[in-house]
């Protein structure tokens, strides 16, 4: 008898082991969820900006709040523009949200959620250009842009038609600060992001004519890759657009329209 009691103790204790066991590898599972290394370009406000330590601007309060919204885990990867879809690429991206215009072009390499931002390009100058007051005066000019930016194709594919000299920056600042010292003409940029920069500070620059495309912003993933979160993102985006939590996002940088 006390053989057969030692016995089914040995088993009891084995049984327990066995559980604890089980219940931390559940822990670490619960511990190793997909956590998604989101690009984003931290010097094009009001969409993406620092303030202090922290990360403000429209997309990273939009991608915080689908992130929310959907549950899943994500993690900002501040970065060069020009660099995001390259690192995409690279996989040590699963997604981006920088002010990033949707073109047939990027459609190659990665699929884009629904539009969530109607942006469009327009051209600036210093505030007291008299000359130029339209895409059409910019004959003969120095016109700045952003590389990696749909104001940098623009500009590119247009250079011999519209007759410019095309000067690229990393960032945003450094291009307005090109136009503002004199040493470029023009640049052209995101309107919303432009009007924004102006309203806040003075550049010394200007808007003049009108918008020169219809560009909408998306957020992407690699063409083919990920296509989970990027239902989630879709579904998220459409559920704060339903709640009003998107119109409160934009009217916390850009007022109400």
Do not use: H, W
Request: proline share 3%.
């Amino acid at each position: 008898m006390k053989k057969i009691g030692l016995f089914s103790l040995f088993l009891i204790l084995t049984i327990f082991i066995a559980a604890c066991g089980s219940k931390e590898t559940s822990g670490e599972k619960t511990s190793s969820e997909k956590v998604y290394k989101v690009g984003v370009d931290t010097t094009y406000p009001p969409f993406e900006y620092k303030d202090g330590n922290d990360y403000k601007g429209i997309d990273i309060d939009l991608i915080n709040a689908i992130a929310k919204n959907q549950g899943i885990k994500i993690e900002l990867n501040p970065m060069d523009f020009g660099g995001i879809i390259p690192a995409m690429q690279a996989n040590q991206l699963d997604v981006a949200i920088a002010g990033m215009s949707i073109t047939d072009e990027r459609k190659k390499v990665v699929d884009f959620s629904t539009p969530y931002f109607d942006a469009g390009l327009t051209v600036v100058v210093k505030k007291d250009n008299s000359t130029i007051k339209s895409v059409n005066d910019l004959k003969g000019k120095t016109v700045a842009v952003k590389k990696g930016t749909t104001g940098a194709k623009y500009a590119e594919d247009n250079a011999s038609k519209l007759e410019i000299k095309v000067v690229q920056f990393n960032d945003s600042p450094a291009m307005f600060q090109e136009v503002s010292n004199g040493n470029a003409d023009a640049l052209i940029e995101d309107y919303p992001v432009i009007s924004y920069a102006i309203a806040q500070k003075d550049l010394g620059l200007k808007i003049v004519g009108d918008r020169l495309n219809g560009d909408q912003y998306g957020i992407a993933v690699l063409k083919g890759q990920n296509q989970d979160v990027l239902k989630k993102i879709n579904k998220g985006l459409e559920e704060l657009k339903k709640d009003g939590t998107y119109d409160k996002i934009v009217e916390t940088y850009l007022g109400k329209k």
